[in-house]
C-alpha cells in the first residue's frame, strides 16, 4: 500500500474527511458547510491519501502567522488506517514544512494519551502555569 501527502482536497476528499468526524470527541457534531469554511481559511492542509483508491485516509491543518506562532490541529486518521504511521507522516510533513520552518514556535494540545506520541517529535508540557482557555459561543 502506498500513499501521497497533498495540501488541498477535492470535494470527495472533503467529504471523507467529514466522514471521519462523528467518531472522534473533538469533531463530533461539525457540519459539512463549517468544515469547508474551515478548509478555506486554513493556512497549511496536510493529508494523506491511499494512493490506489485516491481515498483520504489521514488529515492535518495549521494555523499560523508564519513568523511566531503555529498551532496544528485537527490531526486525524482514519480508523481502519490506524498503527501504519500515518499520524507520524503528517507530523514530520508540518515540521519540514518550507512555510513552517522558521516559525518560532509550533504548538499544540492533546489529550494526556497522546503526549508520548507527539514527544517524539520535540513537543513537551509547557509550564503548568499556562492554562488552555476557552470561550463557547453558539
Known amino acids: 500500500m502506498s500513499f501521497d501527502v497533498i495540501h488541498s482536497l477535492s470535494q470527495e476528499q472533503i467529504e471523507d474527511l467529514y466522514s471521519f468526524y462523528p467518531y472522534e470527541w473533538w469533531t463530533e457534531g461539525r457540519e ?3 468544515v469547508k469554511v474551515m478548509l478555506d481559511h486554513s493556512d497549511e492542509l496536510f493529508a494523506i491519501t491511499d494512493s490506489e483508491k485516491n481515498k483520504l485516509v ?14 496544528v490541529l485537527d490531526l486525524i486518521v482514519e480508523k481502519s488506517y490506524r498503527q501504519r504511521g500515518l ?23 492533546c489529550r494526556e494519551d497522546m503526549i508520548d506520541f507527539y514527544e517524539v517529535f520535540g513537543f513537551r508540557e509547557m509550564s503548568k502555569e499556562i492554562c488552555l482557555l476557552r470561550r463557547e459561543n453558539s
Request: charged residues 20%; hydrophobic residues 50%; aromatic residues 10%.
Open 32 to 34: 459539512l458547510s463549517k
Open 58 to 71: 489521514a488529515f492535518a491543518r495549521v494555523l499560523t502567522d508564519y513568523v511566531f506562532k503555529a498551532i
Open 87 to 109: 499520524g507520524k507522516m503528517l507530523m514530520e510533513n508540518i515540521l519540514n514544512h518550507p512555510n513552517l520552518r522558521q516559525v518560532g514556535n509550533i504548538e499544540l494540545y
